[in-house]
């Protein structure tokens, strides 16, 4: 079973929340027992994921409709009790296995799949072509910029899936990197000088979390996104004697095909009966 220290969650640090600010009008938050929330016209839909502490208290305010998004097993037994306790009906929007990697040896990647050992013997033969570079407190903000830049240049811009068309979710991150480069790990691939793509992961306690993995059209054409993948699981493994990484988003083949364990998570949806609404 793969346990997370609530103390360590990055989506309760005070830098996640003040990135909240940045991206969402002021009035729209709200905290509730410790819980950040971000308020629409008939819903309130947390900021927080994976495993945290529940009160009495988010229920007893009565809000109409509350969701949360990406919270593991553990928290959802919580809520999905108290909710009952107060009237509301729990709606499961979605439930995935969330892959996971727990290795202390590179060496596994060739125990797995022919298509990710043909992009590992890949990656090894080109990895000389490229520029891959690290984040530290010097040139976070630059390699930040080129991040930007790869989401600008791919799918995800003509998807209105981009960072900076989710609601400015480039402003959720930056502020938790800049005050915590203890904590995450950025890293970006160039070809000629121009990004091709990113991986960034934050670490909570022991555990390291994918956050956001991407590549440009152009990286894409050049396996650049899987490539720096490979770097960074590398790069993480010289540095400590077990790595393990929470894939964290919902679905992606690579992530599929390098997992050798995976924990529950949920998407949910609380509804207040007619009943309890007064």
Known sequence: MIMYNIKNNFTMHSDWIFGMYTRYNP???ICIADLYFVKTSD????????????????????????????????TYNKIKDLAK???????????????????????YINTLSYRIRRN???????????????????????????????????????????MKSLNREDLQYIFYMMNNNEN??????YLHNEPLA??????????????KWGASDNGRNHDAG??????????????????????????????????????????LELELNNANKN
Not at 50 to 64: G, H, P, V, Y
Not at 184 to 189: C, F, P
Not at 198 to 211: H, I, P, R
Not at 255 to 261: A, I, S, T
């Open 27 to 29: 009035n729209a938050i």
């Open 43 to 74: 819903c309130i839909e947390c900021a927080s994921f994976f495993d945290f502490d529940i009160t009495e208290k988010l229920f007893a305010s009565k809000f109409k409709k509350i969701k949360f998004k990406y919270i593991n097993e553990n």
């Open 85 to 107: 306790n107060y009237g509301y009906t729990t709606k499961i929007i979605d439930c995935w296995d969330a892959p996971c990697l727990h290795i202390d040896n590179i060496g």
């Open 120 to 162: 590992w013997v890949k990656y090894k033969k080109t990895k000389s072509e490229y520029i891959i570079k690290n984040s530290d407190t010097d040139n976070l903000l630059k390699l930040w910029q080129d991040v930007l830049y790869v989401d600008a240049n791919s799918w995800k811009y003509r998807a209105k899936s981009d």
């Open 184 to 189: 995450i790990s950025l890293q970006v691939i």
């Open 198 to 211: 990113y991986s960034l992961m934050f670490k909570n306690g022991a555990q390291w979390f994918a956050v």
């Open 226 to 267: 899987i490539k720096v993948l490979f770097s960074h699981l590398e790069d993480l493994l010289s540095k400590e004697d077990t790595l393990n990484i929470d894939f964290w988003g919902r679905r992606n083949i690579f992530y599929d095909l390098l997992k050798n364990n995976s924990i529950k998570r949920y998407h």
